[in-house]
């Protein structure tokens, strides 16, 4: 079964500086990625994701993820973090080929310091 | 357009009790999903319909949960009766295709006392 690791449940980073959060997965089929953000009260909403075309996937405000099949790595990337970044991040991963369902991480919870 | 609702959003109930969540798709969604996510652990996936018929419910926990889903429209999600472990945030999701893009809920937190 497919599943899917973040490391660190805590990223704290200066307002400007760079932003990674680290995602891993298992399967080894080059899964669907994705990155979703939740910020507070809202719901899930989807970053980017990456679906076996370009290795490096642009989303929206900034973020960027490089897929990296010898790593099995699709980590999240922002140059330069802003305090509106301040949100819950989570990577997901989904088998390819007809319907299969989307397997979260445990998240990632970014603070973003001025 | 709408997105997703659910409702309530947030529940306080005693062991035992029951609850009651429900889900509104996106119109014209004919894909929804169930997910819960439990205090610090990843987002778990409970069951999907594809309109009104159960496509996957590998992921419900036990019988105590039981998920409908009448007309192919709302959905509503009973736990009965529920337990400490219940405790969690519920979200709904739809999408249009079984692989396309998910619409997520806010999510409906179940506290357990």
């Known amino acids: 079964a497919q599943s899917v690791t973040q490391l660190g449940s805590h990223v704290s980073v200066s307002e400007g500086a760079l932003v990674l959060l680290r995602c891993n997965y298992s399967?080894?089929?080059?899964?669907?990625l994705f990155w979703y953000v939740q910020y507070p009260n809202q719901g899930l909403q989807l970053l980017l994701k990456y679906t076996s075309a370009a290795t490096l996937v642009k989303g929206i405000n900034g973020f960027e993820a490089e897929f990296k099949k010898s790593e099995t790595s699709f980590h999240l990337t922002k140059p330069s973090a802003h305090m509106s970044d301040a949100a819950e991040y989570f990577c997901?991963?989904?088998?390819?080929?007809?319907?299969?369902?989307?397997?979260f991480g445990t998240g990632t919870k970014l603070q973003v310091i001025p | 357009e709408a997105g997703v609702t659910q409702f309530p959003s947030h529940s306080v109930i005693e062991k035992g009790q029951t609850v009651t969540l429900r889900c509104d798709p996106i119109s014209g969604h004919d894909n929804l999903y169930w997910y819960r996510r439990v205090m610090g652990k990843e987002i778990k996936f409970l069951l999907h319909?594809?309109?009104?018929?159960?496509?996957?419910e590998s992921g419900m926990p036990n019988n105590r949960f039981l998920a409908e889903r009448t007309g192919g429209t709302y959905s509503t999600l009973k736990v009965q009766p529920a337990e400490l472990e219940d405790s969690g945030v519920y979200f709904c999701?739809?999408?249009?295709?079984?692989?396309?893009?998910?619409?997520f809920g806010e999510g409906s937190r179940l506290t357990v006392l």
């Open positions: 999701a739809s999408s249009q295709g079984a692989g396309g893009e998910l619409f």
């Open positions: 319909f594809v309109k009104e018929s159960k496509q996957d």
């Open positions: 997901a991963a989904q088998n390819s080929g007809g319907y299969q369902k989307v397997t």
């Open positions: 399967s080894s089929v080059p899964p669907y």
